[in-house]
């Protein structure tokens, strides 16, 4: 996966959706040994070289996406954005609509010589 950083930095490396994978299965395995209940997030983030806070996010959308919490899956929240997405284009088309509707009425209102 990634190398081993020491500055503790963030880097500008994109995973890909096999390595999160690789990395959540790894921390899921590392969760069911006895004795491992504290910091599993980060011992492997630091093997594989990855952020804390990324795994932990990566873990914690898995748990979503597999049904064990609560929240907004994956393609939930891609649908979701697209939907907000669509909205805002519609709002921005319907305002450019009325602008026009009232400038043709203002014309239609002017009296012609």
Known sequence: ???????????NRRYSPE?????????????KEPGTNHGPIQRIADQIGCGVESLRTWVKQADIDD??????????????RELEQENRELRRANEILKRASAFFAAELDRPHR
């Open 1 to 11: 996966m990634g190398t081993a950083r020491s500055s503790g930095a963030p880097t």
């Open 19 to 31: 390595e999160k994978a690789q990395a959540v299965r790894l921390v899921r395995q590392l969760r």
């Open 67 to 80: 049904g064990v919490e609560p929240g907004a899956t994956t393609v939930e929240a891609r649908r979701i």
